[in-house]
């Protein structure tokens, strides 16, 4: 024990000094309790990469998304293998079956050589700049590679993955920023005040709570016109699965709220004449901050798995938007999967993720509790 | 107590109409009703349908009449056993959901009995052996039965089984039994087929029952009171089972209350990738053609099921848990 105080000493080492007196500030001391715990730290990379995927989709995707191709339908993965330094993959030819027409590949001793900061599609960089750079693409344009296989219409599901990143992990964290707004909202009048209005907001709260979530996403998500642009599909399908996901957040808060209720500090603003806004702002809710900041992240992760699953049923985005949920509806028939099993990538890459954030989420929770020792 | 069970069961009432005028009202949700979409779809395949005709169909099924009345018409009838007669199928509700509805029930009880036969000797062996290399294992494969989503689960379920067993998981009887009446033969035949959406249920709900289990019993396991049983010479195993155990069970009783609508939301899903014949594939299918007597009806079962589900675990709790007996 003696020696995990020391280490934790030693990592506090940014601590100030104030009168002679070394101190470390309650985020200072969770972040050394949370920096121990190895694999929290190594989700929160993980997660922190996988946001930057998103927001640099265009750069990141050796091709455009959209772009199909008739003579590379449901080509299976290239692997990527190294000549000297030179990465190339193998190309493959494409036969039909004379009667069936059913392709099939044939990998070939002709090289696709790849490179860094190879040309491309044209796009807009963070919507501001034109270029044609991505992170890496086969050495001359017009040059076809598959790392992660093609779908049915011949396009790169690298490329596609890599986008579908963007809607489903920009849907999960917009989703819980309402969810929090609605969840402090109402767990904080809830706590704050308690009596008849706590009472009515728990009700509602297990009422919620005791229906069964994906019956009534399918009712809510069937309620929305098939003919509706994608952005507004986009947003309403956000707060369907909000509207749902705010009930524990708002249990979460409500308890901290009721528990710090007595607590001296927030009596003696009481007395000090602070006005409620103050109170509940600047005294009560920094001093639950941490433990709010990780109930979010361990409920982003079912975030994403509700547009994954919506999607995939087809009652959330739908194409020409692209979701890993949406991809995943490709990867429905067993006819297709048995013939084309790497549909199921954009499927490991929702559990990866919705693994990361919950080692991060639980690594947060248990720094930012005092008591876990 | 017998009081309190009745007073519960009293404070259902209430609970159960909030759910079906939440029902209601998502089912009158969507633009338009039963006889736009019948019109889409006759105009799909080439055939027109006169104004006149829609509003008398309008007429004929109720729809011109102001909300509320269909509302106390749709549960005036649900109280007295008639669900609604459905647009799309011809048919009245009743006889289109019964078995299904059956169906849906015997699979969320198995996959809650697996739940519980799973997550029981895993949870206190965890607890136990805490740190063991056991231990990480279970908590690792739990993440990653918390981190897969129910559906891609049934997906991977039915890849592994046509490529590798070149065998059909889909449905829950063989196709001879498919419409056959009821027999042990069939019974046999559904055995048969429950188990593999039955795993899929349960493995996601077992790994958040582990580590519920698993943390209860390690908070009692340093109790004086164990300390104290074990210096008085009480074998480890019957110390273990009798005591902390016991103690640490509660959730699992209280899991019948939110495990359950976890399953029966869950069975909706893995019922319309895997095609069982249980509720899933009809309500899906009913909200997408605004079939709204019949998907009311589904949601409205399906809802009950949980309301009932938290009703039980409620009771059952009083009965084994002394403490909250006496809160009462």
């Known amino acids: 024990m003696s020696e995990e105080n020391k280490q934790e000493t030693a990592q506090v080492n940014m601590a100030n000094l104030r009168g002679g007196i070394e101190y470390a500030s309650q985020w200072q001391l969770m972040w050394a309790r949370f920096r121990k715990h190895r694999v929290a730290y190594a989700s929160m990379v993980l997660v922190a990469l996988l946001y930057v995927v998103a927001i640099f989709a265009e750069f990141l995707s050796p091709f455009s998304p959209e772009d199909p191709s008739s003579r590379t339908v449901y080509q299976p993965p290239q692997v990527l293998h190294f000549d000297g330094f030179k990465p190339y993959v193998n190309k493959f030819t494409l036969t039909r079956d004379p009667v069936t027409l059913a392709p099939t590949y044939v990998k070939t001793d002709e090289k696709t050589y790849l490179e860094f900061f190879a040309k491309g599609y044209e796009y807009k960089m963070l919507g501001i700049w034109e270029t044609n750079l991505h992170l890496f693409g086969p050495k001359e344009q017009g040059e076809k590679m598959f790392l992660f296989g093609s779908d049915k219409l011949g396009r790169d599901m690298l490329s596609r993955v890599i986008f579908g990143a963007r809607f489903t992990l920009s849907m999960g964290l917009i989703g819980v920023i309402l969810s929090t707004v609605l969840g402090i909202a109402l767990g904080g009048v809830s706590g704050y005040y308690g009596g008849k209005i706590d009472w009515a907001i728990q009700r509602l709260v297990e009422f919620i709570l ?11 998500a069937s309620a929305l016109p098939r ?3 994608p952005h507004l599909v986009y947003i309403s399908v956000t707060v369907i699965i909000s509207l749902i996901g705010w009930t524990h957040l708002a249990r979460v808060i409500r308890g901290k709220f009721l528990a710090m209720r007595g607590e001296v500090f927030v009596i003696a603003a009481k007395l000090d004449g602070c006005s409620e806004a103050r109170v509940i702002f600047r005294h009560m809710l920094p001093s639950m901050a941490s433990h709010v900041i990780a109930a979010v992240t361990l409920a982003i992760p079912s975030m994403i798995l509700a547009e994954t699953t919506l999607s995939f049923l087809g009652l959330g985005l739908q194409p020409p938007a692209i979701s890993w949920g949406v991809l ?12 084309a ?16 954030m919950n080692f991060f989420g639980d690594g947060l929770r248990d720094a930012a509790d005092p008591y876990s020792h | 107590m017998l009081n309190y069970i009745f007073k519960r069961m009293l404070s259902a009432i209430p609970f159960m109409f909030m759910v079906s005028l939440t029902v209601f009202i998502l089912i009158q949700l969507p633009p338009g009703d039963f006889v736009d979409s019948y019109a889409a779809a006759a105009a799909s395949s080439g055939e027109t349908i006169s104004p006149e005709k829609m509003a008398d169909l309008r007429h004929q099924f109720g729809l011109d009449r102001h909300i509320l009345i269909q509302y106390f018409y749709w549960i005036g009838g649900i109280v007295t056993g008639n669900f609604g007669y459905s647009f799309e199928w011809q048919s009245p509700v009743k006889d289109l959901v019964g078995e299904r509805i059956g169906l849906t029930l015997i699979l969320s009880v198995a996959a809650m009995l697996f739940t519980w036969a799973l997550a029981l000797p895993i949870g206190v062996y965890s607890a136990v052996k805490r740190y ?3 231990d990480y294992f279970f908590t690792f494969v739990g993440f990653i039965g918390l981190a897969v989503p129910n559906f891609l689960l049934a997906l991977v379920m039915m890849f592994i089984a046509s490529k590798y067993y070149n065998q059909d998981v889909t449905g829950l009887f063989s196709p001879e039994f498919q419409s056959a009446d009821w027999s042990l033969a069939r019974v046999y035949d559904l055995m048969h087929h429950l188990w593999i959406p039955m795993i899929i249920m349960g493995a996601a709900s077992s790994a958040g029952l582990i580590r519920i289990l698993r943390a209860n019993l390690i908070d009692q396991l340093y109790m004086p009171y164990v300390v104290t049983a074990r210096s008085k010479g009480l074998s480890e195993v019957k110390l273990l089972i009798k005591y902390p155990v016991r ?7 209280s899991s019948i209350g939110w495990i359950l609508p976890n399953l029966v939301s869950g069975a909706v899903i893995i019922s319309i990738v895997l095609n069982l014949p249980t509720v899933g594939p009809m309500l ?7 079939d709204i007597y019949l998907s009311g009806t589904i949601l409205l079962v399906v809802c009950l099921l949980t309301v009932v589900g938290t009703l039980l675990s409620d009771i059952l709790l009083v009965i084994l848990d002394p403490r909250i007996r006496l809160e009462q």
């Open chain 1, 210 to 220: 005791s229906l069964p979530t994906i019956p009534i996403w399918l009712a809510l």
């Open chain 1, 227 to 229: 003919n509706w642009p």
């Open chain 1, 328 to 339: 995943l509806k490709d990867a429905q028939k067993i006819s297709v999967i048995s013939n």
């Open chain 1, 341 to 356: 099993p790497w549909l199921f990538l954009p499927g490991v890459m929702v559990v990866i993720s919705v693994l990361a």
């Open chain 2, 132 to 134: 063991s290399i056991g």
């Open chain 2, 247 to 253: 103690i640490a069970l509660n959730p699992f009783v």
């Open chain 2, 284 to 290: 899906y299918q009913s909200l997408m053609s605004q």
